[in-house]
Nanobody, 125 residues
């Protein structure tokens, strides 16, 4: 059974940093594209970061230059380093595998791919 378990969420002030971790079990993550999504109001499930199986990374303009996705194959884990945090970064962050397409703007709901349960990040001014 594939499981993705996030940790590292919490609270920070504007300009601060947080590091999220996601540990996978039931599969070897370096064979898969891995992602961090975040649930925004609307609802909107935004793809915040991607690391492909060849190590190529992608970010949307909203986080580029501030967030960094990485992985440690020995630990079967993927990470999201978030710097220069802003209040608009406040969201539940989800680890995901194999590029799930969110249904109805809801993270965690899709016909394919895998999701973790999410971890809350709150940024206050």
């Amino acid at each position: 059974e594939v499981q993705l378990v996030e940790s590292g969420g919490g609270s920070a002030h504007t300009g601060g940093s947080l590091r999220l971790s996601c540990t996978a079990s039931g599969f070897t993550l370096d064979d898969h594209d891995m992602h961090w999504y975040r649930q925004l109001p609307g609802p909107e499930c935004e793809l915040a970061a991607t690391i492909e199986d060849d190590g190529t990374t992608h970010y949307p303009g909203s986080v580029k230059g501030r967030f960094t996705i990485s992985q440690d194959n020995a630990k079967n884990s993927v990470y999201l380093q978030m710097n220069s945090l802003k209040p608009e970064d406040t969201a539940v962050y989800y680890c995901a595998a194999d590029t799930p397409v969110p249904l109805g703007g809801r993270c965690g709901l899709s016909h394919s791919g895998y999701w973790g349960r999410g971890t809350q990040v709150t940024v206050s001014s």
